[in-house]
């Protein structure tokens, strides 16, 4: 069993992690490298995650030409920390990216990713791949962090953790914000127009205080509706490389705050009568549109079987300001439950991956960064910890046990620990719970009380793996 061999190696002196599948010889020919990220998004929301609500059928498609992870993890339950692990393959926790930070925060000296650690674009980079980020950044909003130097060879975007879509006030769009306190005065919802007003969780956040959208580093006015910006540069990106091998990181900022949708969005879903799920539903379509036209221009380009594609969000959905879904899991972004940091999970690359597959073991957003290098035939980045493994050889049955021998979480007192289907989490600084999610994926039932050795044995090898982390960097 997973677990006892994870306890036989817990008390032996060392903890060896399992070294990263890599090809020793060069692929004759580099494949085009495509990471689309959503934001927010919540486990099931997607048609191919059971949502009967919103159609997402370019979303979906991924998944019928290749995998669907039902057990898709990333490293943090929140944006940057997520986003951290993504890049360099690593918990962030090893390198002192524990946290989130928000608003001005981005622009404090050491708020980013720390400068020690290779991003997968700078290793890409000097393979000989061209890079292009366009979208979200939230890895450090000053100029050390600059995506031009963490390998990135072009960059439109913002670098803080949110923007609104369009610029003020608001054209073409209806908008639902944030309030203490009521326009006028009060309590509640109210609407002016095509803007909307809650007091249900406090002010809206300062997205746009010192964060312009740039193009390298020069801000523009980009007055179109912002996921179909990143679209347009996009496809743009992969139009004037469409000849050479090129890594796009496509970091959206839908589905995340502020809500604002389209009209044209908006129309298609007036049957939802709640009108904060109905923009929701708008901007997840509009997403969804949006991976169909950069889906489309790879096939264009004839470049299907040459492209590897990634799909995921960085964490779950947080339901009460977005409306965002994570059933059938308990809890949301910001929480150690499935919720939080189960996520919609998909990959494709026809010829090379199985189509149509669901695979229904555990990976790690960290896993991309192997498959990735190893698909690329990259050599690994030097170092001791990289917990990132090659997942092909897992999708097409050369290798039969799970990628990961134990899962781990940290920020703040907020903890989780996976060995196999059993799983710990601490949510409050001193309750420990243990759930089997192979049973009970949905978390219903704390067995800490009935399975109290079960807890002891899995806190110890969490003890055990946050004995070789750092303390945060920031917070």
């Not at 979906?60 to 940057?80: E, H, L, M, W």
């Not at 790879?298 to 059933?327: A, C, H, Q, R, Y």
């Not at 990289?386 to 021998?405: M, N, Q, V």
């Amino acid at each position: 069993m997973k677990l006892n061999r994870f306890l036989i190696a817990l008390f032996l002196p060392f903890f060896i992690l399992k070294p990263v599948s890599y090809g020793k010889d060069r692929v004759s020919q580099m494949p085009n490298l495509i990471i689309l990220l959503a934001d927010d998004l919540g486990y099931g929301e997607l048609g191919c995650q059971g949502n009967q609500e919103i159609p997402t059928p370019n979303i979906d498609d991924i998944a019928k030409k290749g995998v669907r992870f039902s057990q898709g993890y990333v490293t943090a339950p929140n944006c940057s920390p997520s986003r951290a692990g993504l890049l360099t393959g690593k918990y962030g926790t090893r390198f002192g990216h524990e946290f989130n930070p928000t608003g001005a925060k981005n622009e404090e000296p050491g708020f980013g990713l720390p400068l020690s650690q290779q991003t997968i674009a700078d290793s890409l980079q000097m393979a000989g791949y061209v890079n292009g980020l366009i979208g979200k950044w939230h890895l450090g909003g000053t100029a050390p962090y600059h995506p031009f130097r963490r390998g990135f060879d072009e960059f439109f975007g913002f670098t803080h953790e949110g923007h609104y879509f369009v610029p003020e006030p608001w054209k073409g769009t209806t908008t639902w914000l944030r309030r203490k306190v009521l326009p006028g005065g009060g309590q509640g919802i109210r609407t002016f127009g095509k803007v909307i007003y809650s007091t249900h969780l406090g002010n809206e956040p300062d997205y746009d205080a010192n964060n312009p959208i740039v193009r390298g580093s020069q801000p523009v006015l980009e007055e179109e509706y912002f996921t179909d910006a990143i679209t347009r540069e996009s496809v743009d990106f992969i139009d004037r490389h469409a000849n050479k091998p090129f890594f796009l990181f496509v970091s959206y900022n839908a589905v995340h705050s502020p809500l604002q949708a389209a009209d044209k969005y908006m129309k298609k879903f007036k049957h939802i009568e709640d009108i904060q799920r109905r923009i929701f539903a708008a901007m997840l379509a509009n997403l969804d549109d949006s991976v169909g036209d950069i889906m489309k221009k790879i096939e264009k380009e004839d470049l299907e079987n040459d492209t590897l594609v990634f799909f995921l969000s960085d964490n779950g959905g947080p339901t009460k300001e977005l409306t965002s879904s994570n059933l059938p899991l308990r809890g949301g972004k910001g929480q150690m439950y499935e919720g939080g940091i189960r996520v919609p999970f998909l990959f494709q690359w026809p010829g090379k991956v199985p189509a149509g597959k669901t695979y229904d073991r555990p990976v790690l957003s960290t896993d991309i960064f192997a498959t990735i290098h190893a698909a690329a035939g990259v050599s690994k980045p030097k170092g001791e910890y990289i917990e990132s493994y090659d997942l092909l050889p897992y999708l097409t049955g050369k290798h039969k046990e799970d990628p990961h021998e134990w899962l781990y979480w940290r920020q703040s007192h907020k903890a989780a620990f996976r060995v196999g289907d059993m799983k710990i989490l601490r949510q409050s600084p001193k309750k420990w719970e243990l759930y089997d999610l192979a049973k009970d994926p949905s978390e219903t039932k704390d067995l800490s009380k009935e399975m109290p050795e079960r807890l002891d044995l899995l806190y110890a090898g969490w003890e055990k793996i946050n004995g070789n982390m750092v303390e945060p960097l920031f917070k």
